[in-house]
């Protein structure tokens, strides 16, 4: 978890402006905010999603029934996650942890038509518009499904939001912010500084293009449907 905050003296002490264990003034934090936040809209402009972890409602389960749909009017009517990061069924007091897992692991699954059961498999698939997450073995009745998303982060509302970032996004975050505020306060950053930014920002695009939005596409044989396509 990481606060504008946190993130911004991190930044401030990077670029030498702040120094270790110093408190930052009201005007250095607002003008850090500010800073932060038109930082992570250019990244969007570029097509450089940021993202949080963000833990969902609850969804009852229905018995028998495998199929999940998640986004705008689907059964999780929420924004569609891009990733889902971990997840549990609640029965009762007791919770169950679900093996979120890969298609291809998915497919080796025999019969996944098994009911009755506490699920232990969790397969999301990144349609569009909706997303669709799928259950092995399919749920008895009372079950409750918790998921744990990778959510577009918009922007930090004040400075004292604290937020769950995926790994390596928040040391992107700070190196970034580094170079971005240090003309403002007269600073130059480091060699060391100016690469590590560069290099986490490289690993970042790099994990979302692997895990960029599928299209769900209506012109496949209904037998090929749930196949992964590549959107274009």
């Known amino acids: 978890m990481a606060s504008a905050l946190q993130l911004i003296t991190r930044s401030l002490r990077l670029c030498g402006v702040a120094a270790s264990g110093e408190t930052l003034s009201a005007e250095e934090a607002a003008d850090g905010l500010t800073a932060l936040n038109a930082m992570l809209d250019s990244w969007r402009i570029d097509g450089l999603l940021v993202y949080q972890i963000k833990e969902e409602a609850a969804q009852t389960l229905t018995g028998g029934q495998s199929l999940y749909t998640i986004g705008s009017g689907g059964n999780f009517a929420i924004e569609r996650p891009v990733r ?18 890969s298609v291809d692991t998915w497919f080796e ?13 969790l397969y999301y698939e ?27 982060l918009q922007s930090f509302a004040n400075l004292t939001t604290d937020l769950a970032l995926p790994p390596g996004y928040e040391n992107a975050i700070v190196f970034n912010l580094a170079l971005q505020i ?37 012109d496949v044989m209904p037998e090929a449907r749930g196949t992964i396509f590549d959107g274009y």
């Open 182 to 218: 240090a003309p403002e306060f007269g600073a130059e950053p480091s060699a060391h500084v100016i690469n590590t930014a560069n290099e986490d920002l490289a690993n970042i695009k790099r994990l979302n293009a692997a895990n960029r939005p599928i299209i769900a596409r209506s």
């Open 109 to 121: 699954i025999g019969d996944r038509q098994t009911t009755g059961y506490v699920p232990e498999i």
């Open 84 to 101: 889902i990061e971990r997840a549990f069924v609640r029965d009762g007091t007791s919770d169950y942890p679900l093996r979120v897992v």
């Open 126 to 152: 990144t349609a569009y518009p909706l997303g669709k997450i799928r259950l092995f073995p399919p749920p008895g009745s009372g079950y409750e499904l918790y998921l744990y998303t990778w959510q577009t």
